[in-house]
């Protein structure tokens, strides 16, 4: 695991995080209210996704985390210290990570996986791939984002942060590429 400073960011740890089962959303929670703008998603069982800024969770810790808070709402909790920090599509693409866990409803999948005992490398990075995905086509659809875009995110992430809860960045910027020249 390699950890770098990034000019500002102080060492941040995994950027646009999974579920993350168990990891005490509510004490983390602060409130909804944003300091810039994020985009609307709605997850998979038609919930509207609520952001929560997780202000009691240190900036090492992660930019942006997918997950369900009570009773049962999906939530996306970040971290505003990384948001802030982060260049704005960097910020967006982020979000649009998040919003496509939610959408695609991997919060409920990883959990069962989890379960299961089969969560795994290939079915994280799978997920993880499949998040990227539907962030460059978001992207490209609702902000007009391209390649230059998607490459800041993925040189930002290298940046800011190690491969503790997501796998392989370079894996994931080859899928997303391809991803994102596919019509
Ligand atoms: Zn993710």
């Known amino acids: ?13 995994a950027a646009a995080a999974f579920a993350l089962p168990g ?23 038609g919930q509207s996704v609520q952001y929560i800024e997780g202000d009691r969770v240190p900036v090492q810790e ?9 009773p049962f709402t999906p939530v996306i909790i970040y971290n505003p ?14 979000a649009l ?11 409920r ?6 379960e299961g005992g089969a969560f795994d490398y290939a079915a994280r990075l799978k997920i993880e791939e499949d998040a990227d995905c539907g962030a460059a086509k978001a992207g490209r659809r609702d902000y007009h984002y ?11 992430m290298r940046q800011t942060t190690p491969e503790k809860i997501h796998p392989t960045i370079k ?3 080859d899928a997303t590429m391809q991803c994102f020249a596919a019509p």
């Open 1 to 13: 695991m390699t950890v770098r400073k990034s000019n500002g960011v102080g060492l941040a740890f």
């Open 23 to 45: 990891h005490g959303a509510t004490a983390a929670m602060a409130t909804a209210a944003s300091r810039f703008p994020l985009p609307a998603c709605t997850a998979a069982d």
């Open 62 to 70: 992660f930019a942006a985390a997918s997950t369900y808070g009570a």
């Open 81 to 94: 210290a990384w948001m802030e920090g982060a260049p704005e599509p960097v910020r967006i693409l982020t």
């Open 97 to 107: 990570h998040e919003c496509t866990h939610h959408r695609l409803d991997h919060v």
């Open 109 to 114: 999948q990883t959990m069962a996986l989890i």
């Open 146 to 156: 391209g390649a230059a875009e998607l490459k800041a995110y993925f040189d930002y």
């Open 171 to 173: 894996l994931r910027e």
